[in-house]
């Protein structure tokens, strides 16, 4: 079991900054099981969407949509990993969800924070 606990979600006007953070917690096991972590957002009536993720080997995928704005990272000793969000766009008004995905003898498992509010104003 992998618990994430997410923090640092909010109101912020169009233009502005946030930063996210997700510690993951969980027996030794489990948290060597990660092997990349992310964030997924969504928004009221729309479906959940990737927004960044980060592998163990430090590789980054990003959602299209915020390429260039947004910057993932982790702290592996601290196994956190972090979503710098800049120049912010009321289209980014989501809940914001922390996920890890794990893999244990070839099965796959994700699992995910409680989610975070985060509201862009115009």
């Known amino acids: 079991q992998v618990q994430l606990v997410e923090s640092g979600g909010g109101l912020v006007q169009a233009g502005g900054s946030l930063r996210l953070s997700c510690a993951a917690s969980?027996?030794?096991?489990?948290?060597?099981?990660?092997?990349?972590m992310g964030w997924y957002r969504q928004a009221p009536g729309e479906q959940r969407e990737l927004v960044a993720q980060i592998t163990n080997g430090r590789s980054t995928n990003y959602a299209d949509s915020v390429k260039g704005r947004f910057t993932i990272s982790r702290d592996n000793a601290k196994n956190t990993v972090y979503l710098q969000m800049n120049s912010l766009k009321p289209g980014d008004t989501a809940v914001y969800y922390c996920?890890?995905?794990?893999?244990?003898?070839?099965?796959?498992?994700?699992?995910w924070g409680q989610g975070t509010q985060v509201t862009v104003s115009s």
């Open positions: 969980g027996s030794f096991a489990s948290i060597f099981s990660i092997n990349a």
């Open positions: 996920n890890a995905h794990t893999v244990v003898s070839g099965s796959a498992h994700d699992y």
